[in-house]
């Protein structure tokens, strides 16, 4: 007979196994005697145990053929430690006119809390049967049927009293006769019940471990200071489901969760952990008794959802199911929380096929050594009628009919959790009592919060898992499975989410046999195709309209599906793009043809400007050069080379000084030039029109030196509008990327109204110098200056109108090409048409240069007024 089968029937069936056990109880108290005694003594008193015992034995032997059983509720020990089952359960509200507690073995038996019961038991009493942990100290229990979270208070307060009482904590109790022996609770398993219970053990900071209650809000130390647990919270198991989720691609699930602490707390936390993803929550809906699951599955099956998420204890999910199975529910997949997903009965279920594709979450399946021969001796029994006496309120099982194969068949959920916690327990009391050497001090007086302090440390091995708890009092390591219920109605495992330093996530795709033989998918709206932004209908987000990017934008769907972003400035892209491409930079190079040609035109206008210059200087007393204006034909000159000097800054990759020097010799240089010709135009017809009618204007304008107080003014008023103008806003360099959406054209910006001041001036000379010369038009035919200049204005405004025309239309990089041409032309119009018809006098009709040829034009043209 196995040391397990022994201690089975401590207080049990089998009146020899009664002797047997207490032979090993007492030798094993007898090998840690002190080393002082004598070894005779020893001898001499084992030799009266063995006698006694066998007189015991044959006594009882007599009772064979009826064996009385006791309480499997009850053992005596050293220490003891209290269970909270729900052997059975109390479904639904009870209403009393008197105050009563429930008695519980009239409710409906629970296989699976039963097993986790019988657990407990086989645990305390393999402890005993160690030589290492507890050497010389014997574990109880006192186990109560917790069948209801409101009425089963009695068992409650047998725990936290000694002898009837409660004790209130003041100075520590000096007499052992009022010291508990109850040193922790292992329990309850829900965490309704455990949430009401729990604040009277954590008055006296009595250790709670419980095995099932994984409410997240018992991980608050303020409020439970004293609570444990060998379970997950319900945040790591809604972890697990939403990777589950997530791992298949569903955006639209219903959350179908019970009516309890557990299940609002569930949901609270699903809610939470789907708030970044791209998970919506289309349905929710609380279950309870009178859930009208025919209307529940039409509002769900309106909402086109297929993926049910059920967070509900065992009894509510199994009434959901075979709710589907009743109402034909099909194709859909369902996800269990760890509380039914190992539920044999109901994966064996008729029709649980039809309703679709389970998987679930799940504790993971621990075999337990020894366990099964435990069950099965303690079950071979055949005990008397009435024979099991209630030793307290709801401490009877009335299960005398279940057989050892029942009881390996029910639902191995939770088992582990009841096995750890037991021994989390026995090694804390371990360290309290100091054990070591094969023994402990039985002198120290125990008391529950010492054995709290020694939990929170707990860090030792069990079946090769590591027991440890966190700040928290949950489990510092640990792991879950993740199943399928096969075509065998079997849960098979499928994957596993384990907690160690990183998470690790795994499921076998290939194990999966789905109702529809691939993947089913769960979405409000279908996905948008690649390069279409999502625009949100309604409150969900997974329920949206997919509108194209525009050019210039794009879209990462891994990061916002619901925004088209900008593009950088140096970026371009297409309608729908995905990404980014860099713009093609463009610019004019001084190594351009076009740009080679310009500036050549530039140099060529200097160099014939030079030569004129020269020409009018060996000429420069000749009618001709005078009638041109003399002195002021080297400032014209001079004005229109210094004004090329702004064609070379039009190539090159633009800099500030560039665009300074692209506008500012020309704006100054060519006021200074059109001023000179507004001078000059006026003079022609003072000389010919007013001079004979305004004499006294002629006088002064000729005393005074007027043309060039005029050009004084013009130089001076635009030196200052520049200075002024550029020391607020000057130009800089400038990137055109609205015109070519894959080009960046490289330029210089002009501050419109800094830059206004300048073009106005310009304008208004050019204007007057108009007016001027066209009043002119009439004077003599070779002697009418006036009309070239007129003409080389019609070539400026024309070349400037082209120019602006060619800006409407065209904005690449060849407009700087095009400006510094209109400069140059600017230049030229009155070099060619200006200077160089006076040049071709000079050097090839001389007989014109003459000074009596031009007093003839004079006279001829006086007598033409006078008639």
């Known amino acids: 007979m ?89 479904s639904g509200p009870v209403y009393h006119d008197r105050p009563e507690g429930t008695d519980c073995s009239s409710k409906p038996f629970i296989m699976s809390s039963y097993l986790r019961f019988q657990l407990m038991r086989f645990t305390v009493e393999e402890i005993n049967n160690s030589t290492s942990l507890l050497p010389n100290v014997s574990l109880g229990y006192e186990i109560f049927d917790h069948c209801s979270g409101t009425q089963s208070f009695p068992g409650i307060f047998k725990l936290i009293s000694v002898n009837g009482l409660t004790q209130h904590w003041g ?33 006296d900071l009595i250790p709670m471990v419980s095995y099932g209650a994984a409410s997240s809000a018992l991980s608050e130390k303020l409020k439970f200071p004293s609570f444990l647990r060998t379970v997950h919270s319900n945040k790591d198991i809604i972890a697990v489901i939403v990777n ?46 009178n859930t009208n699951y025919s209307i529940m599955f039409k509002q769900m099956e309106a909402l086109r959802v297929h993926i049910m998420v059920v967070f509900a204890p065992k009894m509510t999910s199994e009434a959901l199911i075979e709710s589907a199975i009743e109402l034909n529910i099909t194709n859909k997949v369902w996800i269990a929380g760890d509380t039914w997903s190992l539920n044999k009965r109901l994966a064996k279920e008729k029709g649980i096929q039809n309703i679709g594709t389970v998987l679930g979450v799940s504790q993971p399946v621990v075999t337990i050594p020894g366990f099964s021969d435990f069950i099965f001796s303690s079950k071979s029994q055949t005990p008397c009628e009435n024979a099991e006496q209630q030793m307290f309120c709801n401490q009877v099982c009335n299960c005398s009919g279940l057989s050892s194969k029942d009881v390996s068949a029910m639902d191995p959920s939770f088992s582990f959790p009841v096995y750890s916690a037991v021994y989390a327990i026995a090694h804390a009391l371990h360290n309290v009592l100091q054990c070591g050497a094969g023994r402990c001090d039985d002198n120290i007086t125990i008391y529950p919060h010492m054995v709290l302090a020694e939990l929170k440390k707990s860090n030792f091995t069990l079946l090769n898992r590591s027991i440890q708890f966190n700040e928290n009092g949950d489990p510092k390591y640990g792991s879950y499975s993740i199943v399928y219920w096969n075509q065998s109605g079997e849960a ?15 499921i076998n795709n290939t194990k999966i046999r789905w109702y529809k033989n691939k993947v089913p998918t769960s979405l409000c709206s279908p996905e948008c195709h690649v390069g279409h932004v999502k625009r949100q209908n309604g409150i969900h987000k997974c329920c949206f309209t997919c509108e194209i990017c525009p050019n210039g934008t794009y879209i990462n769907s891994t990061e916002d599906p619901y925004k088209c972003i900008d593009c950088k400035e140096t970026e371009w892209s297409t309608e729908g793009s995905t990404s980014c491409s860099l713009r093609l930079v463009e610019y004019i190079p001084f190594t351009d043809s076009g740009a080679i040609l310009t500036m050549i035109g530039a140099c060529t206008l200097v160099g014939l400007a030079l030569a004129t210059s020269v020409l009018f200087a060996i000429n420069y007393n000749t009618p001709v050069v005078r009638s041109a204006g003399g002195p002021m034909c080297f400032l014209i000159l001079g004005s229109l080379s210094l004004c090329s000097f702004s064609i070379f800054f039009y190539f090159g990759k633009p800099t500030i000084p560039f665009c300074i020097l692209r506008f500012l010799p020309f704006s100054l240089f060519y006021a200074v ?24 204007l002629y006088s002064w304008w000729m005393k005074y030196h007027g043309q060039w107080l005029v050009i004084t003014v013009a130089f001076v008023t635009q030196a200052l509008i520049l200075l002024v103008g550029y020391f607020y806003g000057h130009p800089k360099p400038n990137n055109e990327t609205i015109w070519y959406p894959d080009k960046i054209i490289l330029g210089c910006e002009i501050n419109l109204k800094c830059s206004s001041g300048p073009v106005i001036l310009l304008v208004f000379l050019s204007s007057l110098c108009f007016i ?21 204005l019609l070539l400026l405004i024309l070349t400037w109108i082209m120019f602006a025309t060619e ?61």
């Not at 569930?266 to 809906?285: H, Q, S, V």
């Not at 098979?492 to 795994?506: A, Q």
């Not at 009418?784 to 080389?792: G, R, V």
Request: hydrophobic fraction near 45%; charged fraction near 15%; proline fraction near 3%.
């Open 2 to 90: 196995t040391s397990q089968v022994m201690h089975s029937q401590v207080h049990g069936n089998d009146p020899w196994g009664f002797a047997i056990t207490s032979i090993a109880l007492l030798i094993k108290r007898q090998r840690l005697i002190r080393v002082h005694i004598n070894w005779q003594t020893e001898t001499a008193t084992m030799t009266h145990l063995v006698a006694s015992l066998y007189l015991l034995g044959s006594f009882l032997h007599t009772f064979t053929q009826c064996t009385a059983q006791a309480s499997e509720f009850q053992l005596e020990g050293d220490y003891l430690i209290g269970g909270l089952f729900d052997i059975h359960q109390a």
């Open 171 to 203: 100075e520590p109790q000096k007499n052992p006769s009022t010291v508990s022996k109850v040193i922790a609770v292992v329990g309850p398993f829900s965490s309704t019940d455990t949430l009401t219970v729990a604040p009277l053990f954590m008055v």
């Open 244 to 289: 589950i989720i997530l791992h298949f691609n569903w955006r639209w699930v219903a959350f179908l969760n019970s009516d309890d602490d557990f299940g609002k707390d569930g949901l609270e936390l699903f809610i939470k952990r789907i708030k970044d993803t791209e998970i919506c929550l289309a349905y929710t809906k609380e279950l309870n008794h």
């Open 492 to 506: 098979e495992e499928i994957g596993f989410h384990k907690f160690y330093e990183g998470v690790l996530f795994f």
């Open 673 to 696: 030039c059109l001023a000179c010709f507004v001078v000059r135009s006026f003079q022609i017809v003072c000389i010919f029109k007013i001079a004979a009618k305004f004499p006294k």
């Open 772 to 792: 001027f010369s066209y009043m002119g038009k009439d004077l003599p035919k070779n002697y009418n200056e006036a009309k070239a200049i007129t003409f080389c």
């Open 807 to 867: 800006c409407m239309i065209y904005r690449g990089k060849y407009i700087q090409t095009s400006n510094a041409l209109a400069v140059l032309s600017s230049l030229y119009s009155f070099l060619l048409w200006y200077f160089l018809p006076k040049c071709y006098v000079i050097i090839f009709q001389p007989h014109k240069n003459t000074q009596q040829y031009f007093q003839g034009l004079i006279q001829s043209y006086t007598k033409t007024i006078s008639q």
